[in-house]
């Protein structure tokens, strides 16, 4: 399993998000819910689409 991790990117404020990569899927959630909220599972193939389709770009 991999581990969670957060962008160097990110401030220090509540909006951030964690994302954990293992082989098949990425997993994604919410920083302040240390773990015991959701927590949102996108293919391998699905999560390269996200980053390359730029949407996330501010």
């Known amino acids: 399993m991999g581990t969670w991790y ?3 990117k990110s401030e220090h ?10 082989p098949a ?6 920083t302040k819910d ?3 909220g959701p927590t949102l ?3 391998a193939e699905m999560w ?6 730029g949407i996330w770009h501010p």
């Open 41 to 43: 599972t996108f293919p």
């Open 6 to 8: 957060k962008s160097s």
């Open 25 to 30: 899927v990425t997993l994604v959630r919410d």
């Open 34 to 36: 240390h773990g015991r």
């Open 13 to 22: 404020g509540s909006a951030c998000v964690e994302i954990r990569h293992d």
């Open 48 to 53: 390269s689409a996200f980053l390359t389709s």
